[in-house]
C-alpha cells in the first residue's frame, strides 16, 4: 500500500510523516520542493508469534510506503502545489490529510481552522478531478463517442458539480474499473490526521461532524511529540507513550485506520525459510491471494491449506491443529479471511 501525506501549507505533513515512519525529515522548511519517502513495516503480532515457533531464515512483514509531497512554495498558492505534486499523490492508494489543530504562533502562525481547512483541501480533490474529466469529456464529444464510458464520466462530472466528492457515488464493479484508469483524487480512500497540538485544545466537533457526513476517518494526535517518540529505541518508545498517557502510537493507530478504510486483510505464510505477511483486498478468493505470492501459484492452483492463526496460537502450533482437525482444505471458491495461516498446493 502506498500512502499519500497531504494538507496545506504548514499542517505538520512532513512532522507526521516522520511521526509515523520514524524518518527525521527536515520540518518547517518553507517551500522545500522535495517530496520525502519511506518505508514502513506493519506492526504486526503473529508474524512476531509465528517467527518464535518457526525460527525461520527470513521473517517479512507487509509494508506501507509513504509519499510526504512536498508543501506549496508560496503561501497563495493552491494547497496541492503543483503538477509535480500532484502527479506524486494521483500514485497512491490512500491518501491522508494532515490538518492543523495545534496552536503555535511562532512555527505556523494563522487562524486554527481545522473545520475549513479540511473542506478546502477536499474542494481541490473535486477541482482536480473536474478538470480531468472535462476534457475527457470534451475529447468524447468530439469524436461523437456518447457510450457508456461518456455516461459514466458525465455522472461523475454532475456529482462533483453538486461538490461531493466521487468517493460518495455508488459505482458497481465495472464502473469501478472504467475510472480506474484516471486515478482520480476524490475517489481514493481518504483518511484525516488531526495534528492537535500538545494541549489539544481546539474544538474538533464541527470537523468531526462534517468527516462523518463525508465518510472519512479520523485518527488524532500531537504530530510533534509523537515525532519525538517515533524517535527512539523501541523499548523507550512503549515507556514514554505509557508515561504521556497515549494509549497507542501514532503508527499503529493509523496502520489500523488505513488497512480498515481500503478494506485491507492480512493472510500469513509460515515455514522453516520464511515467515510472511502479504495483503489483499477483503473478499479475495483463494488463488487470488496465492497470485500475490506468484502468478504460478493462482494459474496452477489446486487447494489452499488453511488454519485460522487465532486456532494455531490456540492449540500451539501446526501439529496440533492438524490433530485438532482445525487445518482445512479449501478450494478456488475459499474466501480468504484475515489471519488465516495458509498453505498453497499448486501445479504448473
Ligand atoms: N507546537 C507544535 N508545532 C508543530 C506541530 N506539528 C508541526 N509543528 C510545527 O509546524 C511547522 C510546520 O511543520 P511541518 O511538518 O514542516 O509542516 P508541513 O505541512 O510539512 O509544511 P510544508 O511542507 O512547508 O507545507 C514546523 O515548525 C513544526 O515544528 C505540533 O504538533 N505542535
Ligand atoms: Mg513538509
Redesign the pocket.
Known sequence: MKVGIIGLS?A????V?NALTGSS?????YG?QKA?LAVIKVPDERIDYLSEVYKPKKTTFAEITFV????PSDANASALGGTQTIDLIKGVDTLAAVVRAFIDELTSPGEVAPLKDFQELESELMVLDLIVLEKKIERLEKEHKKGTEYELIKKCKDWLDEEKPLRLLELDETEAKALSGFQLLSLKPLLLVVNTGEDKSADLTELKAFAAERRVPIIDFCGAIEMEIAEMAAAEQAEFLEGLGISESARNKFVRAAYELSDLISFLTAGEDEVRAWTVKKGSLAPQAGGKIHSDIERGFIRAEVVSFADFSALGGMTKAKEAGKVRLEGKQYVVEDGDIINFRFNV
Do not use: C, E, I, Y
Not at 525529515?25 to 522548511?29: K, N
Open positions: 504548514k505538520g505533513k512532513t512532522t510523516f525529515a527536515q520540518t518547517g522548511t522545500a520525502n510526504d509531497v512536498p508543501g
